[in-house]
C-alpha cells in the first residue's frame, strides 16, 4: 500500500519539480504503404496514420486529465522511409517527407520521425537517395525528423556514409541559415539506434517492434536535483553511496508514472505497450536541468574534473531505478546532454568549462552523444565526419547507443551565440579542432571489435 508521504512526494514532483510525461510516441509499421507510383505510396501513409494515430492527442489528454500528469509532447515514429520507399527519386521522397508533414499537422502531434536509413555495413542506392534527399526533406518541413544509423558493434564504422551525412547535413544548415541552422537539429547520426527510442529527432519504428505501439519518455531532471538537495540538507555528510540510493528511489517513481500513462494510453487506443524510456531530458527552463544535478552533488563547474564520474553514478542510478520499477524499460533511459537545451550546460560551454572534447568524454558514460551542440558554420564536412566518426568509435566500443546532433551554425564562429527558442534554448558556437581529414578521406568501413564477433 502507498503511503501518505509516497503520494504527497509523487504531488509535489508535478507541481514544483518540473516533472512531466515528456513525449508519448507512438510507434507505427509503414511497410505496407510501399508503392511504385509515389501519389499512391503517399496515400496509403495519410490513410494508415489517420487510422491508427487520429485519436493520439485526444485520449492522451484524456488520460493526462484523468491521473492529473502532465503529457508534454505527441510524436509518431515510423518505419525507416529508406525501407518502404525504395525505387523513388529525389522528389518522390521530398513528397513523402511532405505528406508525413501535413499528416502530423492534422492528426495534431509534435513531431514525425523515421525519415531514416540504417547502413552500419552499408547503403543501398534506397539508402543514398535519402541521405542526398535530408537537406530538402528535413529543411522543407516542420514537423518530419530524421536519423542515419552509420555504425554498430556488430558491424563497425560506416565512413563513407559518414562522409555523406555530413554533406548533407552542412546543406541542411545552409538551407536553413537564417534559423542558424535550426534544421539540424531534427537529424541525428547513430551508432547503435535502438529500434524503441519515444524521444525525437532520434525516433524511430525498428524492426521486431509490433503493427502499433505506444512509447513512452519520462523526463525529471529537477526532481532528481531537489531529491539531492534534500538529502544533503536533511543528512549530515551523505556519501556518494546514499546520493545514487536516493537517485535510484527517485527514478524508480518517475518509471512507475510512465507505466501507468503507457499502460492507460494503450488500453484506450487498442494498441500494444512497448517500453517507458526514463531519460532525464533537459529544457532550458531553470530548475529542469542535467548540469543543476551535477552541481547539487558538487560539480561547481561542469566541465571540472569530476563531471564525468559524477554524470556515471547519475545514469547508473538512473538505469537502476527504472530497471527495478518496470520491466518494461527501454529506449535509451539514463541522462542527456543536449548543450542548448540546458541552462548550465551552455553556461558552462560559454566560460570555458566545457568543451567538445570533454562532452565527448562524458558521452563514454551518458545516454546518447554530442546533442545539440553548435559548431562554426564553415565546419568542413571531412571535420565534420570526424567528430561524427570519434563518437561512433565510442558506442562501436563500449557495446552503446551514441549519437550526434550537431548544429552547424551558418555565419558564425566560436564564441558567438545560435538561438533556436522554445525548448531548443541557445547555446555558444564551441571549436572544432581540424587535422584529421586526411584520414576521413580514405574510405571504406573500420571494423567491428573482436569482442563483438563472439557467438
Known sequence: MM????????????QDENCDVRTVTLGINLMDCA???VAACCGKVRDKLQRLAGRLVTEGRAVSARYGIPIVNYRIAVTPVAWWAAGHDHNGLVRIARTLDQV????????????SALVEKGETEADRRLIAALPEALGTTSRVCGSVNVASSRAGINMDAILAVSRSLLELARRTAEADGFGCAKLVVFANVPDDNPFMAGALHGAGEPECVVNVGVSGPGVVKRAVE??????????LGEIAEEIKHTAFRITRIGELIGTALAQRLEVS???VDLSLAPTPKIGDSV?????????????????????ALLTDAVKKGGAFASSSVGGLSGAFIPVSEDTVLAQAAAAGHLSIEKLEAITAICSVGLDMVCIPGDTAAETLAGVIADECAIGVMNHKTTACRLI????????????FGGLFGEAPVMPVRAGGEGF???????PAPIHALRN
Not at 230 to 239: E, S, V
Not at 291 to 311: D, F, R, V, Y
Open 273 to 275: 505497450f512497448g517500453i
Open 230 to 239: 534534500r538529502l544533503r540538507a536533511h543528512t549530515a555528510h551523505p556519501d
Open 440 to 446: 576521413i578521406r580514405l574510405g571504406g568501413r573500420i
Open 291 to 311: 548540469g543543476e544535478i551535477l552541481q547539487a552533488m558538487g560539480i561547481e563547474n561542469i566541465g571540472a574534473a569530476g563531471s564525468t564520474a559524477a554524470l
Open 104 to 115: 502530423a499537422a492534422d492528426i495534431g502531434v509534435d513531431f514525425i520521425g523515421g525519415f
Open 3 to 14: 503511503r501518505i508521504e509516497d503520494i504527497l512526494m509523487t504531488l509535489r514532483m508535478f
Open 35 to 37: 508503392d511504385p507510383d
Open 408 to 419: 552547424p551554425v551558418p555565419g558564425k564562429g566560436p564564441g558567438e551565440v545560435a538561438v
